[in-house]
C-alpha cells in the first residue's frame, strides 16, 4: 500500500524558513519522481516543486522559484522541501506524491506565515 507521511509544517513569521519533509513506502521509491503539492483553504491543489527519481532534474512553479528547493534521499525514502523567505500567500497544507500521481494521500503538514 503507497503511503505518503508528510512532516515539518508549522507557524513561522514572514521571511523565515522551514524544512518539510516525506516519508513513503509502499513502492520502490528511488523508481519514481515526486512531486510537492499545497492547497490553500477555498483553493485548488496546486503543483509546486518536481524532482525527477535520480534527484537531478527539478522544476518549480513561479510563485516559488529562487525560495523553495526540492531534494531527495532515495536510502531514506525522503523527499524534502526546503522554504525559505517564506511570505503569507505560501500559507497552506503541503503535500507529496509521486509521479505519476498516487490516489493515495497523505495528511499534509500545515504552514502558516504569520506575523
Known sequence: QVKFVESGGGLVQPGESLR?????SGYIFAAFGMNWYRQAPGKERELVAR?????YRRTYAESVQ????????????TVYLQMNSLKPEDA????????????????????SVSS
Open 20 to 24: 518539510l519533509s516525506c516519508v513513503v
Open 51 to 55: 524532482i525527477d527519481s535520480t534527484g
Open 66 to 77: 529562487g525560495r523553495f528547493s526540492i531534494s531527495r534521499d532515495n536510502g531514506k525514502s
Open 92 to 111: 497552506a497544507v503541503y503535500y507529496c506524491n509521486r509521479q505519476p500521481t498516487s490516489a493515495s494521500w497523505g495528511q499534509g503538514t500545515q504552514v
